[in-house]
């Protein structure tokens, strides 16, 4: 199974994908599922701004595509595109209800880094304290 810094050192490199000319604000997501598999994603933004699909997301969506829907953990990063990431980046309020949706609240664990070295954890239930599911 992948550590946390490992998750959140792909969760970087899934950033380096995000398509951004509208906010040039790129975010980076690794999830982790049982398996070990690391699937990730990238935010993906769109002129009309509704259709724009967050990194968490397309991490999840990615990963149920293919069949996987039992997962671990979810590392984020994100920041003005091209420069270091500076501050936390948690998911929104639509990624923690999908989140809600695959996971169990008490177990699942997100992990926000600025660095493989400045992390911290959440559970779901932390995030999403009334989450529905």
């Keep these: 199974m992948a550590s ?3 998750l959140v ?9 995000a ?18 598999a690391i699937w990730h994603g990238c935010n993906i933004e769109n ?10 997301r397309t991490a999840f969506f990615k990963a149920v595509s ?4 039992d997962f671990v953990a979810i590392a984020v990063v994100g920041g003005a595109e091209g420069r270091p990431i500076s501050d936390w980046c948690a998911p929104c309020g639509v990624c923690r209800q999908v989140l809600r ?3 169990d609240p008490g ?3 997100v992990v926000l880094a600025r660095s ?12 999403l304290p009334m989450g529905f599911g």
């Design 9 to 17: 050192q792909e969760a970087l490199r899934a950033r380096d994908h």
């Design 47 to 56: 002129a009309a701004y509704t259709p724009t699909n967050c990194a968490e």
């Design 66 to 69: 293919e069949g996987s829907t």
């Design 19 to 36: 398509y951004v000319p509208y906010s040039r604000f790129s975010v980076g997501a690794a999830l982790l599922d049982a398996q070990g």
């Design 116 to 127: 493989p070295q400045d992390m911290r954890g959440y559970l779901l239930k932390e995030l």
């Design 107 to 109: 177990s699942f664990r």
């Design 101 to 103: 949706e695959f996971c």
């Design 4 to 6: 946390d810094a490992q």
